[in-house]
């Protein structure tokens, strides 16, 4: 891709106890187009987190990355110094957390929250910031924001408090976002406004997008590209509309099952039978195989096939012609 | 989640919670304070007997019954305690056995010491600890933090009067070792006895204005915080790594703000929330605990004449102390209290955990 932002290769984060080494991220790698939103799927404990957290520097001790590569903008970032990797975040790199109301300083004004930010990265004045905060708070659906500027998160409802937070992770305007269910922790009525926004804001400026989440109907609404993950490693990877309409691995085919997809006329979810192994105790070859319908012997011996040839980890892929309806 | 609190029903639920809590809060103080007042008159009335104690052995019949009804003894028992409470609230907490002057008189004349002592004693336990707390938090894993810690268990384990027993010997008398070829000697000619010299400002003798009485603060001074100081140490530090690991000062990191930032203008601030009404608390048994370390320095302040008076079975002041000790700790604790239910719901964070 040309004007890539992010490129994440061979990604590894482990986490060493005092057991065994657990690896929460195996050997992923995806990269970001500016202005492209890539959906992260997976069930929780998929790693959709721990990945996001890799790229932006803040994964918690003692998980740690144990290998690969994370490039931002042609710039090798995986081994930065703290120091150096502190002043990409924000101003190169963003992050949006799962729930608002959590997410701002209680005790501090938002109007100080965004004009700090600015002033950590920008070389403006503190009169040029305050009029930037009150701007970005415009941008993003505030109304009144000059007086708004100066409330306290606790007088803002939970998606105006998503919107806060939005505007404050994109006022130095990084190149690329990391939105980790920003959702997720809203009510249903807002949800589709604040994926609106964010698509519309990122189309605007060229922002690459990493949309971390576990509903794949935020998948079909916001994306140009999914990433489905499966215990750590990339299942499947390829463009929304393929992916949604041709699954070729069984479990993004299961993920689709089990998700109410109106344009896929369903009546009934189908559930995937089991629940995703717990770390430490994946069962040798695929991690999907014992959930897995179409499961082979050499499923339980073999690790699936790497993603660079084709779009799905899998031995025996779903092929396309089966798909079609008789 | 946290719109209950937007929510105009709740509020009014909250309000009618909070005087109902109130309420019940002010009549537990009025209880306590009956009790200890009881015991207070106990003490007075059954101790001894406070005829033998006024009168001495030279007495006649006569002087026994004069006695008797000015003290009003011959009344029933519970005549006696209610005029008893109400005297006290006037002021009135009965005259000193010992030295025949009024027992309030006694008292006003001592405050100062204890008052300056316990102030400097609040300041270096609120500075010192505050600041370590902050420094063990941010450098959770550190040597130095790790160490400051260790120490912090032992200041809070030993006992007070050996803290102050152990710092006369260091500083007050010296320890003399040799170290390279020379002698050191740990003396540093503070003192170990009394106040120093001290200036009477209208009725408040001070110790602040002379050079041997701020000499003479210090030693007794770092004896009474040492342990407040260990205790809000440990405080600061623990509310401030919870507060580390909320979700804001994630997404604090997450944009790229400088540690200096994160750890002092986004953390301390809400580190501070809880520990100031906690902090409030303890300052006040910095009073009662000043019994130890006055006994040890020979401090002339209402702790040591407390010691004094048991040694002499002075049953008026004893009882007017106890009084004393106990009404400040049921204020303190009242408006503490009040204090932290008033911050509460507005304040305080949400502190339920994350999700994935
Ligand atoms: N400190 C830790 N110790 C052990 N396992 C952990 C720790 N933190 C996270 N994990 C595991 O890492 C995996 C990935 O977590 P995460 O990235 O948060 O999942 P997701 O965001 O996809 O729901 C999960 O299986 C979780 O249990
Ligand atoms: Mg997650």
């Known amino acids: 891709m040309s004007n890539t932002v992010l490129s994440i290769r061979n990604l590894v984060v482990d986490i060493p106890t005092r057991h065994a080494v657990l690896r929460p991220v195996d050997n992923v790698s995806y990269d970001i187009a500016a202005g492209e939103i890539l959906g992260v799927v997976g069930e929780s404990g998929a790693g959709k987190s721990m990945a996001g957290n890799a790229v932006i520097g803040l994964l918690n001790r003692p998980a740690h990355i144990s290998g690969g590569e994370i490039w931002l903008n042609g710039n090798r970032i995986d081994n930065l110094p703290r120091e150096k990797l502190r002043r990409l975040r924000g101003k190169d790199m963003g992050m949006v957390f799962q729930d608002p109301l959590t997410s701002l300083n209680p005790l501090l004004r938002i109007g100080d929250q965004l004009t700090e930010t600015m002033l950590t990265h920008l070389d403006i004045s503190r009169s040029e910031a305050e009029k930037r905060a009150v701007a970005a708070l415009e941008e993003v659906g505030i109304p009144a924001a000059a007086e708004r500027v100066n409330s306290y998160p606790h007088e803002f409802s939970g998606g105006m408090r998503q919107r806060v937070v939005i505007a404050l992770a994109l006022c130095a305007e990084p190149s690329l976002i990391i939105a980790d269910e920003p959702t997720t922790a809203l009510d249903v009525s807002v949800q589709a406004q604040i994926i609106a926004l964010l698509k519309r804001l990122c189309r605007q400026r060229g922002t690459a997008v990493m949309l971390i989440t576990h509903d794949m109907g935020v998948i079909a609404e916001a994306c140009d590209r999914v990433a489905v993950m499966y215990a750590g490693r990339l299942a499947e990877l390829g463009p929304v509309r393929e992916v949604i309409q041709n699954p070729r691995h069984p479990y993004t085919d299961g993920l689709m099952g089990s998700t109410p997809l109106a344009s896929k006329g369903q009546k009934r979810l189908r559930q995937i039978p089991g629940s995703m192994p717990r770390l430490g105790r994946l069962p040798a070859g695929c991690a999907f195989n014992p959930r897995c319908p179409k499961a082979q012997d050499a499923c339980r011996i073999d690790p699936p096939p790497t993603m660079e040839d084709g779009r799905a980890a899998c031995l025996y892929p779903i092929e396309i012609e089966k798909k079609v309806p008789a | ?356």
């Open chain 2, 1 to 356: 989640m946290g719109n209950a609190a937007l929510d105009p029903g709740a509020l009014s639920v909250k309000n009618h919670a909070m005087l109902a809590y109130i309420i019940k809060r002010i009549v537990q103080s009025v209880i306590v304070l009956l009790v200890v007042g009881l015991v207070a008159f106990a003490m007075f009335r059954f101790v001894g007997d406070p005829i033998d104690n006024i009168l001495g052995q030279e007495r006649t019949q006569a002087d026994i019954e004069r006695l008797r009804v000015e003290l009003g003894l011959d009344q029933p028992f519970v005549v006696q305690y209610w005029n008893f409470l109400a005297r006290a609230a006037q002021g009135d907490l009965g005259v000193s056995y010992r030295q025949s002057r009024p027992v309030v008189e006694i008292l006003l004349e001592r405050a100062p010491a204890t008052l300056e002592l316990a102030a400097v004693s609040g300041a270096m336990a609120i500075i010192f600890g505050i600041m370590l707390g902050i420094f063990t938090a941010i450098r959770r894993d550190g040597f130095a933090a790790n160490t400051i810690m260790t120490i912090s268990l032992i200041g809070v384990s030993l006992p007070t009067f050996l803290i102050g027993v152990l710092l006369i010997y260091f500083f007050s008398v010296g320890m003399q070792f040799t170290l390279f070829g020379q002698t050191i000697s740990t003396d540093l000619g503070l003192p170990s006895f009394g106040r120093g010299e001290t200036v009477k400002i209208g009725g408040w003798s001070t110790g602040f204005l002379t050079e041997s009485g701020l000499k003479a603060l210090i030693l007794p001074a770092i004896t009474l915080g040492l342990y407040q100081m260990t205790l809000i140490m440990r405080l600061v530090r623990s509310e401030m790594l919870e507060v580390l690991r909320q979700d804001y000062i994630r997404f604090a990191r997450a944009r790229g703000l400088r540690e200096r930032a994160v750890n002092f203008r986004h953390a301390l601030k809400n580190t501070l929330v809880p520990v100031i009404t906690i902090t409030g608390l303890q300052l006040g048994s910095i009073i009662a605990f000043a019994i130890i370390t006055e006994t040890v320095f020979q401090w002339p302040g209402v702790g040591l004449l407390f010691i004094n008076s048991i040694q002499t079975v002075d049953i008026p002041v004893m009882a007017a102390y106890l009084m004393l000790i106990s009404v400040m700790f049921v204020a303190i604790n009242l408006v503490v209290d009040l204090l932290y239910f008033a911050i509460d719901p507005r304040l305080r964070v949400d502190r339920t955990a994350r999700g994935h």
